[in-house]
């Protein structure tokens, strides 16, 4: 059996009527950017939110800078995140000019640490960007009560996290504006690239519209901008996709469940955790090894037995190489959880479209593997030779 970490065609083919109508549809209209599909895609965006307003936009990276720069916030300026994310998060703060301030994140959610955050904050700083790593909450309301006793703001960057929801919290209600990404693998993707932002706040919304499109609302008026729009073939998968969103969580919710039931007894890496009360969309199923030096032999095994597991993310960004690249970027207090984290991480395929036996056969790779480790059952720590 083989294993595919993404199931994007399947997914395409399950819906592909759903999609192909809308495509036609952009296709027919002769209107492909800025048209009515993305006015009616962002729309449908705001109210899957509960927010006022939901822009269209290039890509999920762009909308984290855009709604910083939004935000007034540029040069001179520190943001707090933290660094086992995807390198866009801090990438976005440096593109729009300020210095990326890295702290710890939790060690059981990996998501920032709230109670590391405090000692990160200077008169230069002027907002945090928590991230949903993996598609479950970070813990919006101890970072919100620290915002606003300190009068920062707070960008969510929900690439991985679209429909989650926290404890008695929404995403994008505890913030100023939330962020996401369309790309391909993500729980809401489309064909190719593209991201948005939803917010309650007029100001942000004016200011990223204007940003996107050359700095204009209207033909031939134009002040500082970019060219950043989603364009509207896009926004008609998009749209397509959104009704199935609730869906594709609960399925990927249900493989969560299998893999976790399947996995408990393992000894030789920690599985992921859901807080009680949040709803987790693993966007990633991520467990992580006792040992940093099993990573790459659990992973070896998967993969020399048809399983495509991959890492997210193997090399934090303050480890890349050549970082910070002349940018201002400050860590702050040890980041040794985050550390941990890219080392020993794994993630194992999750789709909605997995079929029970491709999920149990990976349940079984990594069992197996376990096993081999564990004292008393094979030599300890061994490199295993791959079974096919
Ligand atoms: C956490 C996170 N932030 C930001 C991004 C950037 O999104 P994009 O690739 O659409 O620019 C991604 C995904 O790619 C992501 O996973």
New binding site residues.
Partial sequence: MKVEFYGHVRQYHNIKSEIDQNIQTVLESGAYVMGPMLKRFEGELAAYHSTKFAIGLG????A?WMALMALGIGPGDEVITHPN??F??AEAIWIAGATAVFVDCDPKTKCIDPAKIEAAITPKTKAIIP?H?YGQCADMPAIKKIADKHHLKIIE?N??GIGAHGNGFKIAELSDAATT???IQ?NLGTFG?S?ALVTDNAGIDATVRRLRNHGSNARNVHSYGFNSRLDDLHAGILSAKLKHINEYNDLRRKWSVRYTAGLKDCKTFDLPVELPGYRHVFHLYVIETKKPEWRDQLLDYLVRNNIDAKTHYSIAIHQQAGYPWGKGARIVGSIAHAERNAATCISLPMFPELTPEEVDYVIAKVKEWDKQQVPGTAAKGKKVAAVA
């Avoid at 890509?59 to 762009?62: F, Q, V």
Wanted: glycine share 10%.
């Fill in positions: 890509n999920g990276t762009d984290i994310t995807f866009a998060t991230v790593l960057d690439a991985q990404s369309f790309i993500k690239d991201g």
